[in-house]
């Protein structure tokens, strides 16, 4: 009865190809979130969905992209990979509202070479 | 825009031996300010939910208090199971969503 899910767990790819992270939550949650989490360990805010509709995207390159086909899932879609994408990725949902908090996934660990 | 600052950046323990972690930070119309515990591998695990200066929360070992400036998690007689990194976040107003901002967390390390 995981939460919030994402797959895959660990993704190693070359630079240049094009990659996708799916994300589940049966929380009954309305918004979701992609985070990168870089090698210092800071976590960062990428995109929010509420509704299957686009909140925030923080400047964001658009070789991402995100995909919401209903309010349990968020896919992200990461095109022309590039060094620098090496991150964990992380999901996120919550309730939409003041001071909700958020629950995260496991973390997908992208590796580009 | 919106910052947050965490202090130590780690922090070492004996078991027993009582701390606090800092978290500093400015935002335009804060909502709420969380907590959360990050154990290696896996996703942060939401702690606290903050929302006004002065006010405080407990769970075992753990408090987490608030002023207009910092919030500070307060550990007690520690144990080794409490070895994490915890991560401070702010929301702020309405322009901001639901966004959160987070800082650069604690590495604790508790030592039997």
């Known amino acids: 009865d995981t939460a919030v899910s994402q797959t895959p767990k660990y993704l190693v790819t070359q630079m240049g190809n094009d990659k996708s992270i799916k994300c589940e939550q049966n929380?009954?949650?309305?918004?979701m979130y992609w985070y990168k989490q870089d090698s210092k360990k800071f976590l960062k805010i990428m995109f929010s969905?509420?509704?299957?509709?686009?909140?925030i995207n923080e400047t964001v390159p658009n070789r991402f992209s995100p995909k919401s086909p209903d309010k349990a899932h968020l896919n992200l879609h990461i095109n022309s990979l590039e060094l620098g994408d090496s991150a964990v990725y992380f999901c996120?949902?919550?309730?939409?509202?003041?001071?909700?908090?958020?629950?995260f996934g496991p973390g997908t660990r992208l590796t580009v070479l | 825009e919106d910052q947050v600052t965490q202090s130590p950046e780690a922090l070492r323990l004996q078991e027993g031996e009582s701390s606090s972690l800092n978290c500093s930070y400015t935002v335009s119309g804060l909502r709420g300010l969380f907590w959360y515990r990050q154990d290696p591998g896996k996703g942060p695990e939401f702690l606290f939910t903050?929302?006004?200066a002065g006010e405080e929360k407990e769970k075992e070992r753990l408090k987490a208090t608030l002023t207009k400036k910092e919030s500070f998690l307060h550990i007690t007689a520690p144990k080794p199971e409490d070895s994490a990194t915890y991560l401070c976040?702010?929301?702020?107003?309405?322009?901001?969503?639901?966004?959160?901002?987070f800082g650069g967390g604690t590495r604790l390390m508790v030592k039997p």
């Open positions: 969905y509420n509704n299957k509709e686009l909140i």
């Open positions: 929380l009954g949650h309305d918004t």
């Open positions: 996120a949902s919550s309730l939409w509202g003041i001071a909700n908090e958020q629950f």
């Open positions: 903050l929302y006004s």
């Open positions: 976040a702010v929301q702020a107003g309405p322009e901001a969503g639901n966004m959160l901002t």
